[in-house]
């Protein structure tokens, strides 16, 4: 992999590749009475290969560690960051929790919840992972550890694209407004996006900004928290301009993202829509949703096209990077399950349950599927890649943001409200 771009985060400035328990109501384990230990975790795989996984994993690790004990609790992906930070408030968390680095990270780190693991990641993980762990630093030290690299893009079906006679993938955003005129004669969604959640409507504003922000921009709002360059409107004024070609699903404001065949994920997964703009994690969720519950056939992936006139530089990615940190007071076998949990057999079997790209560099020849093949490739070739906005400037700021977006599909926002918004939440 790429060893030279540079993920843009809060309070971290890294170069390298980027490369989901516990009781009802959160909770802590620790060391019992006869001197065994409990440790609760939470991810965000409810159902299929890759709950099964966690399970697995943490079976083989107790098996190896006699005495430990891992208790999971498996949340909805929509749950996680609310859930935990109720738990971190209360003093209550998970020992092991789900991060995603960034400002949200940051802001954990700040509050004094996050073990620092400096000193606590194994040579062979470092190895493996190389400089994936700085998305996870925080002024210099390690909060966390990456398990999967996770490079924005448009995912599609070929053979509906082939059917409306799009025969290229789409370069330029006026090229695939072209393609969403054919794709809709055809009779079915050029694009599914599930505004419902949020997110993934927020991520349409991203890409448009990592087109219409320099980087420098980019990392400087990492320390801000605020929109104050042109460029914000201009990304939000492009996504308007987008918004207005009618380009989504219909009903897309009630559309979830991932949850069942009516998702937006589920739309694809069953030839209902062409296209959808999401994260390295799609191919699993696309393969859960299909009628056979297999990968899909025709899957195909390309990045985000490009928006003349901006000052982001081509060829830049959206992305992000999933991975697990420790709560401050979780017990030292909290290190030890995660750095046993990033060796090589452990990332390809990760690789193959999620259908991702694995963060470790060991582990890549995991990776055979074609869409997410195409998505390394152009992470690799990537002069830097910014993590989701809504992870790098901080939970209440990305959340203000994610709002705003939404309310411009509604079409009761603007340009000028997204923000208004992000300015409004980081001066709180």
């Known amino acids: 992999m790429n060893t030279r771009k540079i993920i843009a985060g809060a309070a971290l400035a890294v170069a390298g590749t980027l490369a989901l328990g516990g009781c009802a109501a959160g909770g802590s384990g620790g060391q019992n009475a006869d001197g065994s230990v409990t440790l609760t975790m939470w991810h965000?795989?409810?159902?299929?290969?890759?709950?099964?996984?966690?399970?697995?994993?943490?079976?083989?690790?107790e098996a190896a560690n006699p005495g430990v004990t891992i208790e999971i609790q498996a949340l909805?992906?929509?749950?996680?960051?609310?859930?935990?930070q109720t738990a971190l408030n209360a003093g209550d968390a998970p020992d092991i929790f789900m991060a995603r680095g960034g400002g949200k990270l940051a802001d954990i780190v700040a509050a004094g919840q996050a073990m620092d693991l400096t000193d606590k990641i194994t040579p062979e993980a470092k190895a493996a992972l190389g400089t994936s762990l700085g998305a996870f630093e925080v002024d210099g030290k390690n909060y966390g550890m990456p398990v999967a690299v996770l490079p924005s893009g448009i995912f599609t079906s070929q053979d509906l694209l082939s059917a409306a006679g799009v025969t290229a993938a789409p370069a330029t955003i006026d090229e695939l407004e072209a393609a969403?005129?054919?794709?809709?004669?055809?009779?079915?969604?050029?694009?599914?996006?599930?505004?419902?959640d949020a997110w993934p409507a927020a991520h349409?504003?991203?890409n448009f900004a990592l087109r219409a922000c320099a980087k420098d921009v980019l990392d400087a709002a990492a320390q801000s928290r605020s929109f104050d360059d042109p460029c914000w409107i201009e990304a939000g004024e492009n996504l308007q301009s987008f918004l207005a070609t009618q380009p989504f699903n219909d009903g897309f404001l009630t559309t979830a993202a991932q949850q069942g065949a009516g998702s937006s994920a589920g739309l694809l997964a069953n030839h209902q829509a062409a296209m959808e703009l999401m994260g390295a994690w799609n191919p699993g969720v696309i393969a859960s949703l299909t009628p056979d519950e297999q990968p899909l056939a025709d899957l195909g992936w390309f990045p985000f096209p490009e928006v003349p006139g901006g000052d982001g530089e081509e060829g830049a990615i959206m992305g992000g990077v999933d991975g697990y940190a420790c709560?401050?007071?979780?017990?030292?076998?909290?290190?030890?399950?995660?750095?046993?949990?990033?060796?090589?057999?452990?990332?390809?079997?990760?690789?193959?349950?999620?259908?991702?790209i694995p963060a470790s560099s060991e582990a890549t020849d995991a990776v055979t599927t074609p869409a997410l093949q195409s998505a390394l490739q152009a992470y690799t070739d990537a002069p830097y890649v910014s993590v989701w906005l809504d992870t790098l400037y901080g939970q209440n700021v990305g959340n203000a943001l994610n709002v705003a977006v939404v309310d411009m599909f509604a079409g009761k926002g603007s340009p000028e409200g997204i923000v208004d918004a992000v300015n409004a939440a980081a001066s709180r």
């Open 44 to 61: 965000n795989s409810t159902t299929g290969d890759g709950k099964k996984y966690w399970e697995d994993t943490a079976a083989a690790f």
């Open 76 to 84: 909805q992906n929509e749950e996680v960051d609310g859930k935990l």
């Open 180 to 196: 969403n005129t054919k794709i809709r004669a055809t009779g079915v969604a050029p694009i599914a996006v599930g505004a419902k």
């Open 204 to 206: 349409w504003y991203y």
């Open 327 to 356: 709560w401050v007071n979780a017990p030292a076998q909290c290190t030890d399950f995660l750095n046993f949990a990033v060796n090589k057999e452990n990332q390809e079997r990760y690789a193959d349950a999620f259908q991702t």
